[in-house]
């Protein structure tokens, strides 16, 4: 269990990520049933958007309460495998008892809803679950100020569920709703659940960032500040998607006739883009909150002159100068001196950060700054063949499989192809199964767009793998860290990640209007996602790790 415990600490990052996303769903279909799919039944005399409202509390809250029981039995066996501890002891501990009584919580609204019980105990058990969540958030290790942060924290969360937890619900109602005054009802009654949401989001936010941030150097100084900053660059963006949805319902209440397929497709954009959100609030839950990290900040001076740009190295170093080829070398020579088995040189999961040298540093640069070209390649040939003269830069995602092939060869060099440490081993370190990830989500989007572009794949379900899995990507890089015992230097390499995991998010939706909406907004979202292409390229063409 010992040797799980880094891994086991990643995917519980993405559990709960999932956590959020699935608690959301609850609450502001919850909300959503009262505020918009009960009235419109009162309204419109049409019954069946209760039912569907019901049917989507009842699965979020089916699988909320079993991602719950996941996550607490993944932190009950980490301390029972690594602690003298007994099941009385955990069993007993705060963050037990709070999430059994989410994941009960969220059992009881799944049967209840499927069950279409009273709407106002749904609104009683999600109020309770909130409240529940307040058990395993900051505010709960507060010594100061522990009501009013968790009344912010509950805020925050409510907020963020009434408007991206309603999203999904949202959504099915327009495509399950054809009557044009109908749409307009349901539009603008959705535009106003929507802004009370931003608003209460809104208050918990600027209470929670007064308490825990407090000053603005924190903001770029401390990872807690700085995955808060791209959080709101994150919600920047979904706010002028919404108000783009807000303009269109606006001339539908004027005009029933107005097409709706903007109010749709900017409906799923804003999903995903909430579930970015939703996992980049499940790292910064991980994180301890900036005002208590005084020492080891991280000055403006610093950032500046890391972000100044420098020639990219291409050039690699030998591999056996690294850190941990060269220490297995010298325990491998005095293990056969002394006919004994040699020591390994690094145990992933071992709980101890890998050995790095100088030329461990100059080994990451040239990986990025590689990746880089092939990147801002794959842009300036996307952007070639948008001109449409030149048919032969169709194959631009080729170059996909060729970066899938030098992250899988050099990514992780003290692994297998090319280290000692096997493959089975190393997936016990999140960053080898981040970099792994990473590969097969390049593999995939790679070949799916090839195939797309080349006509051998004709199922327009295909051209969706592209923004889906850069979506994706982009989402998982808000998680990624690098294994680093200076707490400045990994800051600072977050730094470039950001840019790069918000770049790949618009990326992402882009495309996917770009292939959803119609002409000539699609031909505009078009131009987008490679030119963010281009930008990761050249971020990364600039990455330093020193």
């Known amino acids: 269990m010992e040797l799980l415990l880094d891994i086991l600490g990643y995917f519980s990052v993405v559990l709960h990520g999932t956590i959020v996303a699935l608690q959301a769903a609850v609450i502001g279909g919850c ?12 309204h419109l005399g049409d019954v069946s958007l209760v039912g569907v409202t019901y049917r989507g509390i009842a699965l979020a809250g089916a699988l909320l309460g ?14 029972l495998g690594t602690l003298p501890l007994d099941g009385g002891d955990v069993i007993g501990a705060g963050f037990v008892t709070a999430l059994a009584a989410r994941a009960g919580l969220a059992a009881a609204i799944s049967c209840l809803a499927w069950r279409r019980a009273s709407v106002a ?35 925050h969360i409510l907020g963020a569920s009434i408007w991206i937890g309603g999203l999904p619900y949202f959504l099915t109602t327009l495509r399950r709703v054809e009557d044009g005054a109908a749409l307009a009802w349901v ?4 535009s106003l659940i929507s802004m009370a949401g931003v608003a209460i989001l809104m208050l918990g936010a600027a209470g929670l960032a007064y308490f825990y941030i407090a000053t603005p150097d924190a903001l770029y100084g401390t990872a ?35 097409p709706i397929l903007r109010l749709r497709r900017f409906a799923e954009v804003e999903i995903g883009v909430g579930l970015a959100i939703f996992f980049t609030a499940a790292s910064i839950t991980s ?46 020579a005095e293990a056969a001196a002394a006919s004994a088995r040699p020591a390994p040189a690094f145990v992933p999961g071992g709980g101890e950060l890998p050995p790095r040298n100088a030329f461990d540093v100059a080994w990451s640069e040239y990986n990025h700054h590689w990746a880089g070209l092939f990147v801002l390649a794959i842009g300036l040939l996307c952007l070639a063949e948008r001109t449409g003269r030149a048919p032969w830069a169709k194959h631009w995602p080729l170059l996909f499989l060729l970066l899938a092939a030098f992250l899988f060869w050099r990514s992780d060099p003290e692994v297998w192809p090319m280290g000692e440490i096997g493959l089975l081993d190393s997936l016990r370190d999140p960053e080898v199964v981040q970099h792994r990830l990473a590969v097969i989500v390049v593999i995939a989007f790679g070949l799916f767009e090839w195939g797309v572009r080349t006509g051998r794949i004709s199922s327009p379900r295909a051209a969706l793998v592209l923004p889906v899995m850069v979506a994706v990507g982009g989402t998982l890089l808000l998680t990624h860290s690098h294994a680093i015992a200076n707490v400045k230097q990994q800051l600072l390499i977050e730094m470039s990640h950001l840019p790069m995991a918000i770049l790949g998010i618009t990326a992402g939706a882009a495309r996917w209007l770009e292939l959803r909406l119609a002409p000539p907004a699609s031909e505009r979202a078009g131009w987008v996602w490679p030119i963010c292409f281009v930008l990761i390229g050249a971020i990364l063409l600039g990455y330093r790790e020193a």
Not at 123 to 141: D, K, P, Q
Not at 242 to 258: I, K, Q, S
């Open 31 to 42: 909300v959503f049933a009262v505020a918009l799919a009960l009235p419109y039944a009162v």
């Open 66 to 79: 079993l991602a719950l029981l996941l996550s607490l039995s993944i932190r009950v066996s980490a301390l």
């Open 121 to 155: 105990i749904f609104v009683v058990l999600a109020f309770l679950l909130l409240l529940a969540t307040l058990g395993t958030s900051h505010a709960a290790g507060r010594i100061d100020d522990r009501a009013v942060l968790a009344l912010t924290t509950c805020l």
């Open 187 to 190: 539009g603008r009654r959705y």
């Open 224 to 258: 807690y500040g700085l995955m808060v900053t791209g959080k709101t660059a994150l919600f920047a963006g979904l706010l002028l998607l919404g108000l783009g949805n807000y303009r269109l319902v606006e001339r539908l209440r004027r005009d029933p006739a107005t």
């Open 287 to 332: 994180l301890p909150p900036a005002v208590d990290l005084t020492a080891d900040r991280v000055t403006w001076a610093e950032v500046t002159e890391r972000m100044t740009p420098t020639p990219p190295r291409l050039t690699s170093p030998d591999h056996a100068d690294l850190a941990i080829p060269a220490l297995q070398a010298k325990l491998d």
